[in-house]
């Protein structure tokens, strides 16, 4: 699939932001199907971003706010407007996005709206590219019922994405869809056609702390017990903040580790992040789901893990592109805040590792995430599941 992608560090004067946009991509030539994905910092006025490049561009946009982005070209976008093009005469794109999402009306809305956006196609979907909103309460709904959900309702073909981020505010996030915005809404982009997707997911954490409990009562996100005490008791006993209702910024490097069985014997570890603290029920919630049984732990981020993992995706995927014979020349990333802040002083570490990697002709644009959507082996039968993760580093290829 062919791409380009376009970045502004303008975000007041609208004009001149899509006339900078409009200038970069003079001369791309656009295939029978394209579509866009933006992303944006939170104070963006995207409706009005929109409607001005809107007046041009024909096609359909979709993308969220994130806290940091970075390009092939540019690498590191601490602030600003990027936006990746994609066209090909052997695609078609549909997109839609949801109403605001909650635990009671997720799973009818969003398969509402995969079927209204599948219809839009003239064959059979291949991959669908979502970005969502976050937890930041209790009725807010879990990554993991999200993708969930979503693959459930797309018959397991590949989700990739990511949930939207701002600048540590956890208040200022929104998903965009054309001239739309919502705050917990989930947008979809479902692509048919002559395509071969690729993906790659590659956790940043290789060490762990002593913290080992098994999760003896919980409910989708929420964990109200391990071993014989409430959750939060356990915080306290351990020395960890437990006094705080909103934690997310303080366990954001100390993620907690769970192995999700995915039955026949498979099973995914995945980090998750502690968002909210509920000091009557004595309970925990979590960015995405932790089961009854498993086994919690705690991991440990520092920047050389980091970096390290993003040579080891770059170095899987090359490896399946060069295998597969396929042209791909298309690359979007994903990686998670945690990673970002385990950076500390060198944000643009990550982007450094890969663009002295990245070939000439291929087009490369990502986010910094509060959560990633892509597809992981399992560790038995190496079978494929859409999931969601939390510090991980993710590339789909295109």
Not at 240 to 263: C, H
Request: proline share 3%.
């Amino acid at each position: 699939m062919r791409s380009i992608s376009l970045y502004t560090e303008e975000i007041d004067d609208l004009k001149e932001a899509a006339d900078e946009l409009f200038a970069q991509a003079e001369g791309f030539d656009l295939g029978r199907s394209t579509m866009a994905i933006l992303f944006t910092e939170e104070d963006t006025d995207y409706p009005g971003l929109y409607a001005v490049l809107a007046e041009k561009w024909k096609f359909p946009i979709i993308g969220c706010t994130a806290m940091a982005m970075f390009t092939g070209r540019e690498g590191y976008c601490s602030m600003g407007i990027s936006v990746m093009l994609l066209t090909d005469d052997d695609c078609e794109f549909s997109v839609g996005m949801t109403e605001e999402l909650n635990i009671d009306n997720h799973r009818e809305l969003i398969k509402e709206k995969y079927e209204e956006v599948k219809s839009g196609l003239s064959s059979e979907p291949k991959l669908v590219i979502s970005y969502s909103g976050m937890v930041t309460e209790e009725y807010n709904v879990a990554g993991d019922d999200l993708v969930n959900t979503l693959s459930n309702v797309c018959g397991g073909i590949p989700i990739y994405g990511a949930t939207a981020s701002d600048g540590f505010s956890f208040n200022g996030f929104r998903v965009f869809c054309n001239g739309s915005l919502t705050r917990n809404g989930l947008v979809m982009a479902v692509i048919s056609g002559n395509i071969s997707p690729k993906m790659v997911c590659v956790n940043s954490i290789e060490n762990k702390a002593s913290f080992s409990y098994e999760i003896t009562e919980s409910k989708s996100n929420m964990v109200y017990r391990v071993g014989n005490g409430r959750f939060l008791d356990t915080l306290k006993k351990e020395g960890m903040e437990a006094d705080k209702t909103d934690v997310l910024g303080d366990y954001i490097l100390s993620p907690f580790m769970v192995s999700i069985d995915k039955g026949n014997g498979d099973s995914v570890e995945v980090a998750r992040n502690l968002s909210i603290l509920n000091h009557e029920t004595g309970a925990g919630s979590f960015l995405g789901v932790m089961p009854e049984g498993s086994i919690l732990t705690i991991g440990l981020l520092n920047r050389s893990d980091v970096q390290d993992s993003v040579d080891k995706a770059f170095d899987v995927m090359f490896k399946e592109l060069a295998a597969s014979g396929n042209k791909y020349r298309t690359l979007l990333c994903t990686s998670c805040v945690a990673r970002f802040l385990a950076l500390a002083s060198k944000p643009e570490a990550e982007a450094e590792t890969y663009k002295s990697r990245l070939p000439e002709d291929v087009t490369l644009m990502g986010l910094y995430a509060y959560g990633e959507f892509c597809p992981v082996r399992g560790n038995k039968t190496g079978k494929e599941y859409n999931m969601f993760h939390n510090f991980t580093f993710t590339i789909l290829a295109l």
